[in-house]
């Protein structure tokens, strides 16, 4: 799991690489391993930084400066294929064909398949472990085949097609081809999010576009008409228009749930249903499992939840429950998300830095202890 997004400024004269530095800064709970930006200047010219770390250690102000142009895709990551390796930071680039630049969410379950295929029959080189660079040769393997000197939304709607015939598993992307727009798509399922906005320009006519992985984003940088890619959609962004089709419609759509439960921010909205909301509910059905388990005389003094995401769904369930809700752990927020830290034993040692218990909370009482991460 991933943070991704791409932005295109209506006026060609300003830079990019500020908001897309804030949008990074805004999606840093999705990963904390490693940061990249890639713009677009003149004459599809690519500028590109990104490195392991967070993103305050990976973006020192003279490279930000070195980061031309006003369009570019950018990433935070959280590696569940491939290595640590600062050369599976994203976002990826491949030349050929027309320079596309790719930042993806998810992970593809048919890698080898895929792998092997790049390897055999397309001749493509891979160059790291990455499931998300195997997406993108697939996709600029199938664009190579329009043989074309320039290529139309058509183009890429045809390679996006292809994508969605060839790769299986749970993909969001935020893509850039040089000198032409940036580009929007789902995996047909649904499984991972991403939002599409725009806003009327401040400098000029037309308007800025974005995608990101969470709405909080977008409302973040003032933009409006925000709304969801939807599952097997393509929305393709240029200079001059907006584009979009849904190239496939599955019977199904499943969304994973652990962007509900712990992953998103609370203030996101995710295929139209508010995170925050969803936490409730979940507080909801989960006072309706206790009463379930242990019957209306059930000898709870107080419910604690475990900071932060928690929270709603443990003052809900309080609610339901008719016990008081007390916070019993102080938490240093000095330290990061320790889910998405790598390896069990970082893991295990931040979270004894990260929570500190309060003896007075929980001496002499029975409590009801509410988490979304065991």
Do not use: W
């Amino acid at each position: 799991m991933c943070g991704i997004s791409a932005l295109l400024l209506a006026d060609s004269s300003q830079a990019a690489v500020s908001e897309l530095l804030e949008s990074l800064g805004l999606l840093q709970h999705r990963g904390q391993d490693a940061a990249g930006i890639v713009t677009c200047g003149h004459k599809g010219r690519l500028f590109q930084c990104k490195g392991n770390g967070m993103v305050r250690d990976v973006f020192t102000p003279q490279r930000l400066m070195a980061l031309a142009g006003n369009m570019g895709v950018a990433h935070v990551r959280y590696p569940t294929a491939g290595t640590p390796a600062d050369s599976e930071a994203q976002p990826f680039y491949v030349n050929s064909p027309y320079g596309i630049v790719m930042a993806h969410n998810g992970n593809l379950t048919n890698d080898s398949e895929l792998r092997h295929f790049l390897d055999y029959d397309a001749h493509r080189h891979i160059n790291t472990d990455s499931d998300s660079e195997l997406l993108l040769n697939i996709f600029a393997n199938n664009l190579q085949k329009t043989g074309k000197f320039r290529i139309n939304e058509q183009d890429i709607f045809s390679a996006a097609a292809g994508l969605y015939g060839e790769c299986r598993g749970a993909y969001a992307v935020a893509a850039m081809l040089a000198g032409f727009g940036i580009i929007g798509f789902r995996d047909p399922h649904g499984i991972r999010p991403l939002v599409f906005g725009r806003r009327k320009s401040s400098t000029g006519p037309g308007y800025d576009y974005m995608f990101a992985s969470e709405s909080v984003v977008l409302d973040a940088l003032d933009f409006t008409d925000i709304e969801d890619v939807q599952p097997g959609e393509v929305v393709i962004v240029s200079k001059t228009a907006v584009t979009r089709r849904r190239l496939v419609v599955e019977e199904r759509i499943t969304p994973c749930i652990f962007e509900y439960v712990y992953f998103a921010r609370p203030d996101s909205t995710i295929d139209g249903i508010p995170v925050y909301n969803a936490r409730l509910d979940m507080g909801v059905k989960l006072a309706g499992k206790v009463r379930q388990a242990l019957g209306d005389s059930m000898d709870i003094d107080v419910v604690i939840p475990v900071p932060d995401t928690s929270r709603a769904a443990a003052l809900q369930l309080s609610h339901e429950l008719g016990l008081p809700y007390r916070e019993g752990f102080n938490k240093n927020r000095y330290v990061g998300r320790t889910f998405i830290m790598p390896g069990q034993e970082m893991r295990r040692k931040n979270v004894r830095r990260k929570l500190n218990a309060m003896p007075t909370e929980f001496k002499g009482l029975n409590v009801l202890l509410v988490d979304d991460s065991i």
